[in-house]
């Protein structure tokens, strides 16, 4: 996981957050050990703005990756004492495309993690079951 933070936090420098000045980096691994990384991107007009963990989703999809070799995903904030935890929009989109096995690493500023499911953080997720 050392080598994964340092990724996390050297990747977290290339957000554009000049608006709330929360940089967050996410980094999506697959079954093949591919690595997928994004950070927020905000905008003066906030709805259009993105966040680290769908940049980084959206990139493995536009990569052709298929989202059943989804096997983990990485979220970080320099500025998160405690453990950064997606947004409801990117638990959505989380839902969208992992599976219940993927697993959700939750990372704090002093390197510490902890490791969530989908169900624990979204227990109650609109899907395709319902169209």
Do not use: W
Not at 10 to 15: D, I
Not at 20 to 37: H, K, M, Y
Not at 66 to 76: D, L, M, Q, R
């Amino acid at each position: 996981m050392k080598d994964i933070f340092s990724k996390l936090v050297k990747l977290s420098k290339n957000a554009y957050c000049p608006y709330s000045n929360f940089a967050v980096a996410a980094i999506l691994v697959t079954d093949f050990g591919e690595l997928f990384q994004g950070v927020n991107v905000e905008n003066a007009v906030f709805p259009a703005g993105i966040c680290a963990e769908r940049v980084a989703i959206f990139q493995a999809i536009a990569n052709g990756i298929n989202p059943k070799n989804f096997k983990e995903i990485h979220i970080y904030s320099p500025k998160a004492d405690k453990f950064i935890v997606p947004c409801g929009q990117c638990l959505q989109v989380c839902a969208e495309f992992f599976s219940e096995s993927v697993s959700i690493f939750l990372y704090n500023s002093k390197s510490g993690f902890v490791k969530k499911e989908l169900g624990k953080l979204l227990p109650s997720q609109f899907n395709k079951d319902f169209l």
